[in-house]
């Protein structure tokens, strides 16, 4: 059983970066591919990127490509999602997640583990 706390969240101006984190325990780390999704109100949870367990290879949504930069780091079991050039369309609850396929990328099933959440609102 895999634990992930997101943290890093908060309000920031367009055109502003940020960076979150996802600490994981409980299980191995470097066994999982991590992703990034994104909730904004009253809209479906949307996949923002992914990041193999090794680290060597990432896959991004249109809306954040050069924008967003997905990493991570096995030893210290810590995901990150940096943010830059933020925009009012990136306010959302961020979810990091956990899983062991790496088939349906973007899919919310293709993740077995996540998060509780952290809140990111970019204002115009």
């Known amino acids: 059983q895999v634990q992930l706390v997101e943290s890093g969240g908060g309000l920031v101006q367009a055109g502003d970066s940020l960076r979150l984190s996802c600490t994981a325990s409980?299980?191995?780390?470097?066994?999982?591919?991590m992703a990034w999704f994104r909730q904004a109100p009253a809209k479906e949870r949307e996949f923002v990127a992914t990041?193999?367990?090794?680290?060597?290879?990432?896959f991004y949504a249109d809306s954040v490509k050069g924008r967003f930069t997905i990493s991570r780091d096995n030893a210290k079991s810590t995901l990150y999602l940096q943010m830059m050039s933020l925009k009012p369309e990136d306010t959302g609850v961020y979810y990091c997640?956990?899983?062991?396929?790496?088939?349906?990328?973007?899919?919310?099933?293709?993740?077995?583990?996540w998060g509780q959440g952290t809140q990111v609102s970019v204002s115009s």
């Open positions: 997640a956990a899983g062991r396929s790496r088939v349906y990328v973007r899919l919310t099933t293709e993740y077995s583990y």
């Open positions: 990041i193999r367990s090794n680290g060597g290879s990432t």
């Open positions: 409980g299980g191995t780390f470097g066994n999982y591919h």
